[in-house]
């Protein structure tokens, strides 16, 4: 079983450029997360999905936007990227809310 | 908003030590905490889960307990391993929205 897979691993992007990071889980879980880790403020809600069709907003969700066509995947989408949206992004999905499993992440540097 | 406290941030002990790492959080009204390991570079891997109606779990060498009514759990790490060398992060499920509120972790490092 894969799990929870990220692509690209990492991406070096000019500014004002658009970029989407693809996440996919074959666990068949209902919800499913993005965040981004930076040091000093830990993990960040980005915007999640507690099914299929249904998205919403995290903690820091602006110059970011999801979508959920399926259960599977689940991208975001940086539509015109800023240097303060370089990071590490994690895509994390969960049965319908209780423990939650990560990806490994993509290392976003935005000059 | 709920603020998830990890203290210390780095902790460096002899190995076979057994230790203790914390994680305070500030409304006790939660649905579950769950702590994690990640290594440098890698992502978050689940250690342990506990829903709110439970005291502790236990995998192997570690023990999480849970106390609601003070905002507390604590990692209790057995026999401590060079491999245990990682950041230990909690997260706590709030009851109210939808997200999970992490702490910023505890970087461990075991030495032989």
């Known amino acids: 079983t894969a799990g929870i897979t990220q692509a690209p691993t990492s991406q070096i992007l000019a500014a004002g450029r658009s970029m989407t990071l693809r996440c996919t889980q074959d666990m068949r879980h209902n919800a499913m997360y993005w965040y981004r880790q930076d040091l000093g403020l830990g993990l960040r809600l980005i915007h999640y999905?507690?099914?299929?069709?249904?998205?919403g907003k995290g903690e820091v969700p602006d110059g970011y936007s999801v979508s959920r066509a399926n259960t599977d995947d689940f991208p975001l989408t940086l539509a015109s990227a800023v240097p303060s949206q370089t990071s590490v992004y994690f895509c994390?999905?969960?049965?319908?809310?209780?423990?939650?499993?990560f990806g490994p992440g993509t290392r976003l540097t935005v000059l | 908003k709920q603020e998830v406290t990890q203290i210390p941030a780095a902790l460096s002990v002899p190995e076979g030590e057994n230790l203790v790492l914390n994680c305070s959080f500030t409304d006790s009204a939660i649905y579950n905490l769950q702590w994690f390991r990640q290594d440098p570079g890698k992502g978050l891997t689940s250690l342990l889960l506990?829903?709110?109606?439970?005291r502790e779990q236990t995998s192997g060498r570690l023990n999480a307990s849970l106390d609601k009514s003070s905002g507390r759990s604590t990692l209790y790490i057995a026999a401590s391993q060079p491999g245990d060398s990682a950041t230990y992060l909690c997260a706590v499920d709030p009851l109210i929205d939808n997200q999970f509120y992490f702490g910023t972790g505890t970087s461990l490092t075991v030495i032989p």
């Open positions: 994390a999905s969960s049965p319908g809310g209780n423990e939650q499993f």
């Open positions: 506990i829903q709110s109606s439970q």
């Open positions: 999905s507690n099914t299929a069709g249904t998205t």
